[in-house]
């Protein structure tokens, strides 16, 4: 059974004050992992998908890392917009060809000015 | 933003009504998904669709059924609510599988069951 883990559950910052946020994951086999922003009251947000170990990605101020065991969203100066929970999923395989999420239960981040 | 709409937005009802739930994509998308989400857990799967008429079961499907009778529509039932399945629940849609299947999800519906 596909397993994903995130921590902390919830992380304070200062305006600026640059962190990481961990997934880590167990499954028979990886077929790809996924990062998601929630604001509240809203769907989830796609922002990366990682499918090989070592492999990274940008945007703005985030950046999601991938090895064999976890993955790390890297928040660099982050500013209060980015206050959200930040979702991770693995990918599995269903029937019909679909593709299932497995979800960890998130990271709640607040950015204080 | 993907086109994904879900009707209604909120909804309160009472144990024991049938209770069914919209999601309409604009994107001709072939994958749709139902999923809901509860504090203390991730999102989970409910439901999924790889075409039209055809579905099958997620993790949490016990107490829901679905339907897709066309491309853009899959609804969601809950034949007799009951007060476990007050949740918010989500419908995302890809439009393919395997690599670079990036799922889009809608704004919610928020279930409440008295």
């Known amino acids: 059974e596909d397993q994903v883990t995130q921590s902390p559950e919830a992380l304070r910052l200062q305006e600026g004050e640059s962190s990481s946020l961990n997934c880590s994951y167990t499954?028979?086999?990886?077929?790809?992992l996924f990062w998601y922003r929630q604001d509240p009251g809203k769907g989830p947000e796609f922002l990366f998908t990682?499918?090989?170990a070592g492999e990274e990605k940008e945007k703005e101020r985030l950046k999601a890392t991938l090895t064999k065991k976890e993955s790390f969203l890297h928040i660099t100066a982050p500013k209060p917009e980015d206050s959200a929970t930040y979702l991770c999923a693995v990918q599995a395989v269903l029937g019909g060809g679909a593709d299932g999420l497995t979800f960890g239960k998130g990271t709640h981040l607040i950015i204080q000015p | 933003d993907a086109g994904i709409t879900q009707s209604p937005r909120h909804k309160v009802t009472e144990t024991g009504t049938p209770v069914t739930l919209r999601c309409h994509q604009t994107e001709n998308h072939r994958y749709m998904y139902w999923y809901r989400q509860d504090p203390g857990h991730g999102l989970r799967l409910i439901h999924y669709s790889y075409g039209v008429k055809d579905t099958d079961k997620g993790e949490v499907s016990d107490g829901y059924s679905v339907s897709r009778s066309k491309t853009e529509d899959f609804l969601l039932t809950l034949e007799s609510a009951t007060s476990s399945q007050t949740s918010v629940y989500f419908c995302?849609?890809?439009?393919?599988?395997?690599?670079?299947?990036?799922?889009?999800f809608g704004p919610g519906t928020r279930l409440t069951v008295l």
């Open positions: 499954v028979s086999g990886l077929r790809g």
């Open positions: 995302a849609i890809s439009e393919r599988s395997g690599r670079y299947n990036e799922q889009f």
């Open positions: 990682l499918y090989s």
